[in-house]
């Protein structure tokens, strides 16, 4: 399969920015405010990895009608330029006394009127990327205008992918596959984990990957203990299941899925909870179609993975997946959401080994007219051996 191109057409934009503006008319909002890297990226294209400071507020106002317009740190003015955004608006930062809360108050008031209503994110899986004492003074500016919760309307936009944007999830998977593949080459017996993992990284971008954010793993006698503690020099011993779980990036876009591997044989019991895992992914697979809610995939999974319980230790059985490694919605019996083709999900159930070992396992999926349909390249029922 061709690698797709990288970026988008500037139309994607605008019918993301369109597709917006048509919901705020329905919520009532004048404008929305943007202050996160994916939102931001999601309107504009904006694509850096100088996030990581947490030094300059970044802004975007999406108003009712038109182009979004970039209120952001002179320093990011040149890459903003290469996106669709034509209205660039710079200060100086960082700015002790103002920090763009002036520049920003002042665009709001330009596409808002009086009585307007600005959204900013509120819910779960937001956040607002700038000062508390800056949003205070952005609110003292603007008053009579209120600002309020956005309605969840980014959220509800970046649920349903586009192709271009599942071909880039899709392209991201297919490097994991073959840096998977490849773990033979660098994890055996006497290796220590933390070698593994600074290995593994280094074949994700010989394959491919533009940087690997996320990795996570572990590596215990018949199973292990969590999937989020960092690696330490234990030697990998004969006996062991090494997991490594692999959030890689490319052109903007994650895929993440892990892979199991026993160091010699695996005892009865991996290989049992091994085939549990397959079967669990599978049957959340299967029912994961247009019209079925994640519940009834939680449900599916569950029932296979972990029949006489609610849900296992990791609160959730999957979530979403694109711009950042996990996206909403989280596969949760609670979660009600309706599958729409378009939407990219991760299936992640676990079983327990024994009582303090357990084993994870992690597919990619896209949701199709007819169903669902691997991103990931499947696991089959064995798992693998070094």
């Not at 038109?66 to 903003?80: D, F, N, Q, R, T």
């Not at 070992?357 to 990931?376: F, K, P, Q």
């Amino acid at each position: 399969m061709s690698v797709p191109r990288r970026g988008f057409p500037d139309q994607e934009f605008a019918e993301r920015t369109r597709a917006a503006q048509a919901l705020m008319a329905q919520e009532g909002l004048s404008a929305l405010l943007l202050t996160t890297e994916p939102e931001i990226r999601y309107y504009t294209g904006f694509l850096t990895r100088f996030w990581e400071s947490p030094t300059r507020p970044w802004f975007v106002v999406l108003p009712s009608v038109g182009k979004p317009i970039a209120v952001i740190p002179s320093i990011g003015a040149h890459l903003m330029e290469q996106t669709w955004v034509s209205d660039i608006r710079t200060w100086q930062s960082p700015d002790y006394q103002d920090d763009g809360i002036g520049l920003l108050a002042e665009t709001l008031k330009e596409v808002t009127p009086k009585d307007g209503r600005i959204g900013l994110a509120d819910q779960m899986e937001s956040h607002v990327r700038m000062p508390l004492g800056g949003l205070r003074a952005l609110e003292a500016c603007l008053n009579p205008r209120l600002m309020q919760g956005d309605s969840t309307i980014t959220r509800r936009l970046r649920m349903v992918k586009s192709e271009a944007e599942i071909a880039k999830t899709a392209a991201a998977a297919r490097i994991a596959n073959r840096a998977f593949d490849r773990v033979p080459e660098i994890a055996a017996l006497g290796v220590p984990l933390s070698d593994v993992f600074r290995a593994f990284q280094a074949i994700c971008l010989h394959e491919g990957a533009d940087w690997v954010p996320y990795l996570a793993g572990a590596a215990g006698q018949g199973g292990y203990d969590d999937v989020i503690s960092p690696a330490d020099d234990t030697p990998l011993a004969n006996g062991a299941v090494l997991m490594l779980d692999t959030g890689l990036v490319w052109d903007g876009y994650f895929c993440d899925f892990d892979r199991n591997f026993a160091l010699s044989g695996p005892t009865e019991q991996v290989r049992y909870a091994h085939e549990r895992l397959i079967d669990a992914t599978q049957a959340g697979f299967e029912v994961a179609r247009p019209g079925a809610t994640i519940a009834d995939v939680f449900h599916a999974m569950n029932a296979v993975c972990n029949p006489d319980t609610k849900g296992g230790g990791a609160g959730r059985l999957g979530h979403g997946l694109g711009m950042q490694l996990t996206e909403w919605p989280s596969i949760i019996a609670k979660d009600h959401t309706i599958l729409e083709p378009g939407m990219v999900l991760t299936l992640e159930p676990t079983v327990a080994v024994r009582k303090d070992r357990i084993l994870v396992h992690e597919e990619n999926v896209v949701i199709r007219e007819t169903g669902a349909e691997y991103l990931s390249e499947r696991q089959g029922h064995q798992i693998r051996v070094l």
